[in-house]
């Protein structure tokens, strides 16, 4: 188990080197620190030209970063369709790992902030008002569908990637446990200490979600594997009698595991581009 965490963390590569290698393919890589409240968060956008009003908008999970989506920021389909947005959520990454906020309506605050601000800076006038599709793995998916409510543009859609939703099914694991002791803290790097911070207190976190699935007014379609061992496939059927079936769609991806953001690229770029088309 705890393998596949560092794993995870593992995904994330190191910013500022993903950063240049990005740069390096992509001319249109444009980077941003975007003030909400007290806290900077950052961002990374591609194919943001001026003609664009659609974006695509990706939050990661925990551990995670920006970089966890840097297949999709450089895919030249949807480069020419979106203005792409991949942001680091506070405490990870560049938008400040020494100071986490290990509570999604404080973080999900923050971030529909943060990118609020970004798209009232880039699109400028009413006419280009931007049309957005949010998309979150893991525990960025309740943000990105609380983020998804509240945000006052429309949205085409939600993804929500192996995604924890009921209450009822999150249980404090005994490496959580394990990695609050100090001793077992002084050797683990503090992304992984900021998102065990944020495990702890999820399952209780969660039950404020109860009531915000009657404000779905836009589709959400869930992609969860069979196999996930980190979050429980059942979150689909909670998904399935919370949200109007006219809004729901599922793809369930029988011998998949929790990290389709990595292993179904291929199927999540083909979605997104078909909601788009529609």
């Known amino acids: 188990m705890i393998s596949m965490f560092l794993f995870c963390f593992s995904c994330s590569a190191d910013s500022k080197k993903s950063l240049l290698e990005l740069k390096s393919e992509i001319s249109d890589v444009k980077e941003f620190y975007v003030t909400a409240e007290d806290r900077k968060i950052f961002l990374v956008t591609s194919g943001c030209l001026p003609n664009k009003n659609k974006v695509l908008i990706f939050v990661h999970g925990s551990p995670g970063g920006w970089s966890d989506y840097i297949a999709y920021l450089k895919d030249k389909d949807l480069r020419s369709s979106f203005c792409i947005l991949s942001l680091d959520r506070p405490g990870f990454g560049l938008s400040g ?23 009232k800076e880039q699109f400028v006038s009413d006419r280009t008002k931007p049309t957005l599709i949010l998309v979150g ?29 009921d209450s009822q099914l999150e249980e404090v694991r005994w490496y959580n446990r394990l990695a609050t002791y100090f001793f077992v803290k002084i050797f683990l790097p503090k992304e992984i200490i900021n998102s065990n911070d944020e495990m702890i207190p999820l399952k209780w976190q969660l039950t404020d979600w109860d009531g915000i699935w009657k404000f779905i007014n836009f589709p959400v379609i869930s992609i969860h594997g069979k196999k996930d061992f ?16 006219r809004r729901f769609e599922s793809m369930e991806l029988t011998d998949e595991n929790h990290f389709i953001p990595w292993t179904q690229e291929k199927l999540i770029k083909d979605k997104i581009l078909m909601v788009n088309s529609k």
């Not at 100071?99 to 943060?114: C, E, K």
């Not at 409510?149 to 192996?162: E, H, N």
């Open 97 to 119: 790992k020494d100071s986490s906020i290990a509570d999604l309506q404080l973080q999900a605050g923050l971030i529909r902030i943060a990118i609020e601000r970004f798209l």
């Open 137 to 165: 793995h893991s525990y960025g998916g309740p943000i990105a569908a609380k983020v998804a409510i509240d945000i006052p543009y429309r949205k085409d859609a939600l993804f929500l990637l192996s995604a924890p939703m």
């Open 230 to 245: 980190l979050v429980s496939f059942e979150n689909v059927e909670y998904m399935r009698k919370k949200i109007n079936p």
